[in-house]
C-alpha cells in the first residue's frame, strides 16, 4: 500500500489487539472501512486528514 488510511492506522494503533505476523496478511481492510462508513465520516482540513463518528 502506498497511502495508509484509516483501517491502516485502526489496526496500527492496536485497536483490534495485538495481530500476529503470521495472521496479519488476513486482515480485510475492505471491511474495516466499510464498517467505518456506516458510522464515522473522515474529512480533511488544511492538509489534516480527521476522523469522528457521527451519531
Do not use: N, W
Not at 496500527?12 to 480485510?28: Q, R, T, V
Not at 471491511?31 to 451519531?55: F, K, P, V
Amino acid at each position: 500500500m502506498s497511502r495508509k488510511g484509516p483501517a491502516d492506522e485502526l489496526v496500527d494503533e492496536g485497536l483490534f489487539g495485538e495481530i500476529p505476523d503470521h495472521l496479519a496478511h488476513y486482515i480485510d481492510y475492505d471491511a474495516i472501512i466499510g464498517d467505518l462508513d456506516m458510522d464515522h465520516t473522515e474529512t480533511e482540513i488544511h492538509g489534516e486528514r480527521l476522523s469522528y463518528r457521527c451519531q
